[in-house]
T-cell receptor
Framework: EPEVTQTPSHQVTQMGQEVILRCVPI?????FYWYRQILGQKVEFLVS????????KSEIFDDQFSVERPDGSNFTLKIRSTKLEDSAMYFC?????????????FGPGTRLTVL | GQNIDQPTEMTATEGAIVQINCTYQ??????LFWYQQHAGEAPTFLSY??LDGLEEKGRFSSFLSRSKGYSYLLLKELQMKDSASYLC??????????WGAGTKLIIKP
């Protein structure tokens, strides 16, 4: 069964460093998403991406964040200068469509720890 | 603002039935999703409702009333593996998923 994959599973970094989280969405999906979940808190939408550009982004997704689809399979989230409060689980998701009823499939997540 | 409310935690007995409620106030409505999330893992899709009524899927059913801004997830014949958090999420007018904080379900033998 096709699935979303993410690497690395864990990332530890120093405050102020740049990190890149990687995702491989399901191959026939056209819409990609990043979410984060701070430990013990709710899932929060960061950004959606379609046709090589951002469709929607939340207030959380400020200038320190960027997304890219560098090739035909990878979808990346870059955090330029990490802060302590960026420590969270980051989930990538993908879906066939965007509108009513399209289920989003989630990857296993990357646990980011900023020291 | 947008808000989704669920109970924080519920406890039920193996083999029993449990109903997890969700109420929402969102800017627009384009469907309601229930996801299951085991600790430290990704959310996995359980059900989707966009029209009023009950959707049944094996041991799990989900109900929606759009006029009341209300949904519930019904789990029957509970098994120990059903111990997890259950997340209610609504697609708003921008087709963004707005998430509730989740209900932690504890199953006791």
């Amino acid at each position: 069964e096709p699935e979303v994959t993410q690497t690395p599973s864990h990332q530890v970094t120093q405050m102020g460093q740049e990190v890149i989280l990687r995702c491989v969405p399901i191959s026939n999906h056209l819409y990609f998403y990043w979410y984060r979940q701070i430990l013990g808190q709710k899932v929060e939408f960061l950004v959606s991406f379609y046709n090589n550009e951002i469709s929607e982004k939340s207030e959380i997704f400020d200038d320190q964040f960027s997304v890219e689809r560098p090739d035909g399979s990878n979808f990346t989230l870059k955090i330029r200068s990490t802060k302590l409060e960026d420590s969270a689980m980051y989930f990538c998701a993908s879906s066939e469509g965007y509108r009513v009823g399209n289920e989003q499939f989630f990857g296993p997540g990357t646990r980011l720890t900023v020291l | 603002g947008q808000n989704i409310d669920q109970p924080t935690e519920m406890t039920a007995t193996e083999g029993a039935i449990v109903q997890i409620n969700c109420t929402y106030q969102t800017s627009g409505f384009n469907g309601l999703f229930w996801y299951q999330q085991h600790a430290g893992e990704a959310p996995t899709f359980l059900s989707y409702n966009v029209l009023d009524g009950l959707e049944e899927k094996g041991r799990f059913s989900s109900f929606l009333s759009r006029s009341k801004g209300y949904s519930y997830l019904l789990l029957k014949e509970l098994q120990m593996k059903d111990s997890a958090s259950y997340l209610c999420a609504v697609k708003d007018s921008n087709y963004q998923l707005i998430w509730g904080a989740g209900t932690k379900l504890i199953i006791k033998p």
